[in-house]
């Protein structure tokens, strides 16, 4: 049995490599993906582009419009002076948002009343906008502090000052401390690459497996096999392992990748993420064994592969949180194997956990790739029968 | 250029289409998967934030504090801790995203005037939801700062105190800031261009693996009225895709359409007949169907999901990468339908946008055919 394993994975292996192409897709596409993925997923807003629109043109409204540059999240880049040009950009989308000073600005101010800026958010990306809304809430607030504390100040020192009693600024402040832990500058570089090891390595397993199952019987060797000695749980690991050995090879690929180029943290242990992604391609290899058995093309076999890949890695947490989801969803998505290794990957990328943290995870991973095996496997025994 | 024999082509190509029932179901399915993946499931909206509160002052005032958390929709108080240890726990283990711990002196500093702090940790690794969340504390605790200035100023026989500057934030466009309604319209996109470079990447390729490239050959034919023919087929098939996008978006997930819907067929077809001449070209450059589908991908829907701006903003990304978005075709086309949908804009302001895809579709169109004729001659 030894025997005949080691010659059909020797087989696979020479399969795969032989071609020249074939090579290059092993290597070429993952570090594409990467490269993009990690360049263009991207949902920070750190400079947006605003439209300063001062009706009031006064001291304080200057001191307002310095608040918003020395903010460092603003970039003024028009100075709309009527309503129809303001239209203009928002309608082109020049401008992420308008903000509006009116006439009396100052005045308001000055005389101690409420007085409001407005500020117009384009809300065709909502994400931008809630970000560009919180941040322009964040300058303006600031600036009406600054005004608030000089005109309490201002009335304390009046008052004392008329009683001739001591001077007490009893003024009761309280502060945010914000701490940002595991990403302390919040790219989110730093959350999306890490999840892009996880795709590449489940689509590129995923995938290989299933075409070379189906490409055998397209181009009936797969009769041939047959009458050989071998028995389908040998022709079953024989036609997986060499996949295995690929993906984790994509892996440390896809993670030095991150490391070097994208300077992602590190801060949990090699081995972990190994173990990982060992349980992990149980999964994706069942997986793919299954598809190749419920397909006779290679064509369907891709396909398939995607309708199938879609759901599954979109329903992970990936870009969207699990958080977010509807909680019907959210328990779906306990039945979804790429969940738990995102956040294995994560956990050891970013927060460094170890096996202690995720255990409930590596069990669930086991738990499903064991059942995904036994399936495709009494599948695959079947239909060599 | 024969339109009977153009048609002929077309009807084989349907006919190809309905008996692999499992391409049509992958172009009638994947939208509809995707729909309800993007309309119910999937959202960036951030609001009840899991947070873990650890009092250490115990006084009615850090108490107030807290209450002003809870009582927000942005927040929801799941847990109490009793030492950072708890605190670790729970982020480690992402049960919580958001610790607010008030220190012991906190009402000591409150009362005496001096500046009483807060702490806040938060979980970064999810930087875009940790970056709306820091939005959210900051701005309740400046509203609670100032809330309690102007009790106390109310107490010292002063006045209330008034907010000096009140930001009054209106939302053009989308007024609920409901995430649904731009990647809805964006998600037209992508799936048209699945349905592209899945279907139409393997039409030609799989004529020359399977050998009827030749028969094909032997017949009258010409090129163009070949690729005419093999994208009327799989024009039908996207423009129902479309469709069914449009009536389920608008109906089911209430996304707005403020703009004409004559325009949005319009450009959609325009976008439809250059990403189906791309499939074909690709199609064409390759007799394999594994190369073909794995090019296809690669050009066409990474690019189409990753460079368009359908979810990542283009504004955000490097330079480099800003620089090559401009020859992605479903950049223009997600700024076209989002336009259209949300902002309800029309030709005066897409003119340069539906020019591009006007010029993309006929270059591309042309390539299609003539790499045809050489690979055919």
Partial sequence: MRER????????????????????????????????????????????????????????????????????????????????????????????????????FARDVERGRTTSVQVLVDGTNSNTASIVSSNAGQAIARYSNEVNLRRQRDKLVGRTMSTGGPLRPNIPRVDARTRVW???????????????????????????????IVREKEIGTMEQL?????????????????????????????????????????????????????????????????????????????????????????????????????????????????????????GVF???????????????????????????????????D | MNFRRTRAVARKEFLHIIRDARSL????????????????????????????????????????????????RYFQVTAVANSYDDIDRDIDRSRTL???????????????????????????????TASIAVGYTEALVQSYALQLRSEAQVQKGGGKLNNAVEPRIRVWYNNDLVSRNYIVPGLIAVILMIIASLLTSLTIAREWETGTMEQLLSTPVRPTELVLGKLSAYFTLGITDMVICLVIGVFVFDV???????????????FLFGALSWGILM?????????????????????????????????????????????????????????????????????AELTFLFLYAAIVFLFASRKLRQKIA
């Fill in chain 2, 256 to 270: 707005p359409m403020k703009g004409s819907v004559l325009l949005l067929l319009f450009s959609s077809c325009l």
């Fill in chain 1, 182 to 212: 595991f990403n302390a500058d919040l790219r989110s570089r730093n959350y999306f690459v890490p999840g892009v090891v996880v795709n590449i390595i489940t689509l590129i397993t995923l995938m290989l497996t299933a075409m070379a």
């Fill in chain 2, 283 to 351: 199609s064409a450059s390759t007799r394999s169907q594994l190369v073909a589908y794995q090019l296809g991908t690669l050009t066409s829907f990474l690019p189409a999901f990753l460079l368009s701006g359908f979810i990542y903003s283009i504004h955000s990304m490097p330079v480099i990468i800003q620089a090559v978005t401009y020859i992605v075709p479903a950049r223009y086309f997600v700024t076209v339908l989002k336009f259209i949908f949300l902002k309800g804009v029309g030709v005066e302001v897409l003119w």
């Fill in chain 1, 350 to 384: 970013l927060k460094g956990s170890g096996v202690s943290v995720l255990w409930p995870q590596l069990v669930a991973l086991a738990i499903i790739g064991a059942s995904v095996l036994t399936l495709s496997a009494l599948r695959f025994h079947k239909k060599l």
């Fill in chain 2, 98 to 128: 958001l610790a607010i711990v008030v220190p012991e002196n906190y009402s000591k500093d409150l009362l005496a005037g001096r500046e009483a702090q807060v702490q806040l940790i938060i979980d970064g690794s999810d930087s875009n």
């Fill in chain 1, 5 to 104: 394993l080691k010659v059909i994975i020797r087989k696979e292996l020479i399969q795969a490599l032989r071609e020249p192409r074939m090579r290059v897709m092993l290597i070429l596409p993952p570090i594409i993906q990467l490269i993009v993925f990690g360049y263009a997923a991207n949902l920070d807003v750190d400079m947006s582009l605003i439209a300063w629109m001062d009706r009031d043109a006064t001291q304080e409204s200057r001191e307002l419009l310095s608040n918003f540059e020395g903010s460092g999240r603003f970039q003024i880049v028009a100075t709309p002076q009527r309503d129809a040009e303001m239209q203009h950009l928002l309608d082109h989308g020049d401008v992420d948002a308008v903000v509006r000073v009116l006439p009396g």
């Fill in chain 2, 25 to 72: 179901i992958l172009a009638l399915l994947l939208p509809l998967v995707m729909l309800l993946l993007f309309g119910y499931a999937l959202s960036l909206d951030v609001d009840q934030i899991p947070t873990i509160v650890y009092d250490r002052d115990h006084t009615p005032q850090s108490r107030d504090l807290i209450r002003e958390f809870s009582g927000s």
């Fill in chain 1, 226 to 346: 047959m009458v050989t000695p071998i028995q389908s749980i040998e022709l079953m690991l024989g036609k997986t392992l060499p996949f295995a050995l690929v993906g984790l090879f994509d892996t440390a690929l896809a993670v030095t990748v991150a490391l070097v180029l994208f300077h992602i943290p590190f801060r949990g242990h090699v081995w972990v993420l190994l173990l990982g992604a060992c349980v992990f391609l149980m999964t994706s290899l069942g997986a793919g064994l299954f598809i190749s058995t419920v397909s006779r093309t290679q064509q369907q076999a891709m396909m398939s592969t995607f309708l199938f890949f879609q759901p599954f890695f979109l329903l992970s947490g990936f870009t969207f949180p699990i958080r977010n989801m509807p909680p019907a969803v959210q328990y779906l998505t306990y039945l979804n194997p790429v969940r738990y290794f995102l956040e294995i990957v994560r």
